[in-house]
């Protein structure tokens, strides 16, 4: 069974930092996409970034310049946020895309994280 497990969310002021971690587990095929969407107060979900098996990385351009995605050996992702923003605030979720394709279209993703919360005080 696939489990995604984010950690990392919490409160900070803007222009601070935060690491998002993705721990994933019971993948049942070696080429996969993770990546991190994220969900504002009456917004609907957005792609952020992804990481596929070779390492490529897309990163939204709206964060582009302050939020970097790392990892995916292991079954770990990072995703490192600076120079937060009070739009930052959200709830951040991994998923995990077969295929490793390297996109941020949410129905290419079967595999879905339960959430953290991430909240960015001005």
């Known amino acids: 069974e696939v489990h995604l497990v984010e950690s990392g969310g919490g409160l900070v002021q803007a222009g601070g930092s935060l690491r998002l971690s993705c721990a994933a587990s019971g993948l049942p095929f070696d080429d996969y996409s993770i990546a991190w969407f994220r969900q504002a107060p009456g917004k609907e979900r957005e792609g952020v970034a992804c990481?596929?098996?070779?390492?490529?990385t897309y990163i939204r351009d709206s964060v582009k310049g302050r939020f970097t995605i790392s990892g995916h050996a292991k079954d770990t992702v990072y995703l490192q946020m600076n120079s937060l923003k009070p739009e930052d605030t959200a709830i951040y979720y991994c998923a995990v895309s077969q295929g490793a394709p390297l996109s941020i279209q949410q129905y290419l993703y079967d595999y879905w994280g339960q959430g953290t919360q991430v909240t960015v005080s001005s």
């Open positions: 990481i596929s098996t070779d390492g490529s």
